[in-house]
């Protein structure tokens, strides 16, 4: 099984930044990918970025060029440094890992979320 713990989060005003962070541990052969979601109210989860192991980075059009996802690959760890924070960037944030847990099994893992609230 693999572990995720998740941490950061909070409250800040529009215009500011927060970071939040998502480490890996258990039983990992390799992953594959790791990256955040995030659920807002009333609406469904969505991909914000994402970063698979060759290093490809994947994201939102609605956080392009506000957001930065950066990993450590050592420590299976990954970063999502958000900027210009908006008011519509409230949600529940999920990491996300797909990782081998062995040559040849693979699964999808959750943390259990970490709210970022953007208020004025």
């Known amino acids: 099984q693999v572990q995720l713990m998740e941490s950061g989060g909070g409250l800040v005003q529009p215009g500011g930044s927060l970071t939040v962070s998502c480490s890996a541990s258990?039983?990992?052969?390799?992953?594959?990918?790791m990256g955040w979601y995030r659920r807002a109210p009333g609406k469904e989860r969505e991909l914000v970025a994402s970063?698979?192991?060759?290093?490809?980075?994947d994201y939102a059009d609605s956080v392009k060029g506000r957001f930065t996802l950066s990993r450590d690959a050592v420590d299976n760890s990954v970063y999502l440094h958000m900027n210009s924070l908006k008011p519509e960037d409230t949600a529940v944030y999920y990491c996300?890992?797909?990782?081998?847990?062995?040559?040849?099994?693979?699964?999808?893992?959750w943390g259990q979320g970490t709210q970022v609230t953007v208020y004025s």
């Open positions: 970063i698979n192991s060759g290093g490809s980075l």
């Open positions: 996300n890992a797909r990782a081998y847990t062995d040559h040849q099994s693979w699964g999808e893992y």
């Open positions: 258990g039983t990992i052969f390799r992953l594959i990918a």
